[in-house]
């Protein structure tokens, strides 16, 4: 389990507030570790800072992923950061509209960031502005759609316009 | 008629200079047994050296995050065990941890040190194979036809625990689907004794064996500034020095009980990581020893699951003999239950990196998104800088050393 150290957490707001007071929608404190949401414009220069402020230091991306809220017509990326040396975890989250799908890129930030915007853009469309290599990475390349999105339901069992009489169904 | 050429036509600098040079391009996989599962490498070389690396991943995508947004959550174990499934049942452990955190199920300390056992289990089973298949890609076939007795025996004491071997779909939510059998812990008793002789064997055939050490010394060197920037865990980043283990900064399932020691390496070299992966399981012997003492000392020697309605089928008796428990099996199997809504990130020392899991309900039946942190897939994109100017023979070294599985790749 993470050990949740409020101290940690208000001084990561607070250090995060003073500094992109305007980029910040708002944060909350989840059952396992704090989450900040952040405007996308602003979301390298925060991850930037996360990493080299000598006192916050979150210096590991653990991970990145997509999210589709088909209710708000929206995308969104969750990003989950790792300070070693504080042994503190936080996650970030942002949101651009599916009519507009790009976040700027974290892979200037982290190498490692490059495999999981491809994976993100290949399963959700999501546009990472200055990656150097946005193609498809684990579905074939010439797919058109983004098959994460939630207005691909999987096959619903209750369907009858499958013939299965072959199969003894 | 012979072509006139000038005197110095044939000289060896000449030629240096000025023609082009000749790159070959070569097809590594997708499935060539070097590489250890379906994934392909499109390398330039330059004669035996690697000019540059192109990765094609993607072959074996089973859409699991998908399919993962339709099943109740019972039905995501299975799922889980083909991420890496030469250890799946640290996959299944974990993800049932995952859905516990979310639930809020606490679960009773002699469950936690039965899945010890089975992880440490499979961490080794995991370990084996890792390291006797660096033994055949460096050339010596031996230590691998020694070790794979060993994780067979391990297969077999799975068998006993669950019923199934390669593909585990291990325990509950909550627990475990049964006690463990005597004669399961006989086996595991007997593996105890008699794995550190043949470990040892294993380690005396590679260790300080002159061939092996010339040709893992040095080869595939990474260091920890650019490990952590490509986001290593596991034996990898640990073998670059940083003894970064999730088992001692975030311990789960009563890990902070435990002594052991995590195993670092220098220079970050296939040397290292075999030799920290060869250390880490002697500490897995050790912490299934100390979990054995530990449920010895328990009084308690019945207990294998949460008590937790919602989720954790009854026993079969009851769903027999009690209607309340039949319409909870009932409502468990037909995934009828609602799960509270939320988020979670949790995450195991998987047998190669940091497993996580980042699981999102919406208050409803199944997982609104599930996203599998899979550790090989986040390293192996630092293969290309790892292999560049190196020569081919050291490179399928070097990716049989970072333990990347195809599973876990593709998802």
């Known amino acids: 389990m993470f050990e949740i150290i409020p101290e940690r957490d208000q001084f990561a707001i607070a250090k995060l507030t003073s500094s992109f007071a305007t980029a910040i929608d708002h944060h909350e404190l989840m059952k396992d570790m704090l989450c900040i949401t952040v405007k996308k414009e602003s979301i390298a220069e925060i991850l930037l800072f996360l990493r080299d402020d000598k006192e916050l230091q979150y210096n590991f991306l653990t991970t990145l992923c997509g999210m589709h809220y088909p209710e708000k017509d929206q995308l969104g990326v969750v990003y989950h950061l790792h300070s070693f040396v504080n042994n503190h975890r936080i996650r970030l989250k942002t949101a651009t509209l599916i009519s507009d799908p790009t976040i700027p890129s974290a892979t200037s930030v982290w190498p490692t960031a490059n495999w999981m915007e491809r994976e993100t853009y290949d399963f959700f469309g999501i546009q990472f502005v200055g990656h150097p290599n946005l193609t498809r990475i684990l579905n074939v390349d010439d797919m058109v ?15 009858d316009d499958k013939d299965d009489s072959q199969f003894g169904r | 008629m012979a072509k006139e050429v000038n005197s110095d036509y044939w000289d060896k600098d000449r030629v240096k200079a000025e023609e082009p040079k000749e790159y070959n391009t070569l097809n590594v996989g997708p499935t060539h047994p070097a590489t250890h599962g379906v994934f392909q490498n499109i390398m330039l070389m330059d004669g035996e050296y690697i000019v540059s690396t192109e990765q094609t991943i993607g072959y074996i995508h089973r859409a699991f995050e998908k399919i993962a947004e339709r099943r109740p959550f019972y039905q995501i174990t299975p799922l889980t065990d083909r991420l890496n499934y030469c250890s799946a049942p640290l996959n299944n452990m974990g993800w049932h941890m995952t859905v516990e955190k979310l639930l809020g199920i606490e679960t009773p300390k002699r469950v936690d040190y039965l899945r010890i056992v089975i992880m440490e289990l499979a961490r080794i089973a995991d370990h084996i194979i890792c390291n006797s298949v660096i033994g055949v890609d460096s050339g010596a076939l031996t230590g691998f036809t020694y070790m794979f007795q ?14 199934s071997r390669l593909t585990t779909n291990m325990g509950r939510i909550g627990g475990f689907e049964r006690n463990f059998s005597p004669k399961a812990w006989e086996k595991i008793k007997y593996f105890l004794e008699f794995f550190p002789a043949k470990l040892k064997e294993f380690e005396t055939l590679l260790m300080r064996n002159r061939i092996f050490m010339d040709r893992t010394i040095n080869v595939g060197a990474f260091p920890l500034d650019r490990a952590l920037a490509y986001g290593f865990t596991g034996p990898n980043l640990r073998a670059c020095g940083l003894d970064y283990d999730v088992r001692v900064m975030n311990p789960y399932c009563s890990y902070e009980e435990f002594e052991f020691t995590i195993p670092v390496g220098q220079n970050g070299d296939t040397y290292d990581r075999f030799m920290v992966r060869q250390e880490e399981m ?20 019945e207990t294998y699951y949460a008590r937790d309605p919602r989720f954790v089928l009854p026993p079969k008796e009851k769903v027999y003999n009690n209607m309340e428990a039949l319409i909870w099996h009932f409502k468990i199997v037909m995934g009828e239950t609602d799960i509270p809504a939320g988020e979670v990130y949790h995450c195991i020392e998987g047998a190669n990196g940091e497993l996580g899991f980042y699981l999102v309900s919406d208050g409803g039946r199944t997982a609104s998104r599930l996203h599998f942190r899979r550790p090989g897939f986040i390293y192996y994109q630092a293969y290309p800088e790892m292999v560049q100017g190196t020569m081919l023979s050291d490179a399928i070294l070097t990716m049989s050393s970072m333990n990347v599985i195809a599973g876990e790749l593709d998802a």
């Open chain 1, 145 to 159: 759609d983004f098959p994460l999105r939630k207005e691909f339901p999987l096959e619903d069992q209750t369907r």
């Open chain 2, 150 to 163: 060993d994780r067979e025996f391990i297969y077999e004491i799975y068998e006993e625990i669950c019923g």
């Open chain 2, 282 to 301: 002697k500490q897995s012997l050790s912490i299934i020893q100390q979990a054995l003492d530990k449920l010895d000392a328990l009084e308690d020697k």
